[in-house]
C-alpha cells in the first residue's frame, strides 16, 4: 500500500505562484509514473501533469502547459504552478500509477494511489 499526503495549496491572487507537494509513505514509488490531477465541484477529476519514474518524461494538460512544472525527488512529486489564474481553483491530488513506470497516462482509472487533496483557490 501507498499512502500520499499533499501539501502546498491555498489561496493566492492571478498571477501568483505555489509550489504543491507530495510525499508518499509505505512502500517506494521510485519505479512509478506519479501525476496531479484536478476537480472542482460537479466536474470529473481532470489530468494536470505526469512525471516518469527517472523524471526524464513529462505530459502536461494544455491548459497548464508553460505555467506549470513537474519535477520529483526520489518518493515525492512536486507541482510547481506559476501564472495561476482563477480558472486553476480546484482541490489538486496526487496518484501514482498503477504499474506504469515510463507511459504517462491521462486517465484517472489507471492510477492505483491517491492523496486526500489539497484545496488550491486563486483570486481574480
Known amino acids: 500500500q501507498v499512502q500520499l499526503v499533499e501539501s502546498g495549496g491555498g489561496l493566492v491572487q492571478a498571477g501568483g505562484s505555489l509550489r504543491l507537494s507530495c510525499a508518499a509513505s509505505g512502500r517506494s514509488v521510485s519505479r512509478d509514473v506519479m501525476g496531479w490531477f484536478r476537480q472542482t465541484p460537479g466536474k470529473e477529476r481532470e489530468f494536470v501533469a505526469g512525471?516518469?519514474?527517472?523524471?526524464?518524461r513529462s505530459s502536461y494538460a494544455d491548459s497548464v502547459k508553460g505555467r506549470f512544472t513537474i519535477s520529483r525527488a526520489t518518493n515525492t512529486v512536486y507541482l510547481e504552478m506559476n501564472s495561476l489564474k482563477p480558472e486553476d481553483t480546484a482541490v489538486y491530488y496526487c496518484a501514482v500509477d498503477r504499474g506504469r513506470w515510463l507511459l504517462i497516462t491521462t486517465d484517472a482509472n489507471e492510477y492505483a494511489y491517491w492523496g486526500q487533496g489539497t484545496q488550491v483557490t486563486v483570486s481574480s
Open positions: 512525471i516518469s519514474w527517472d523524471g526524464g
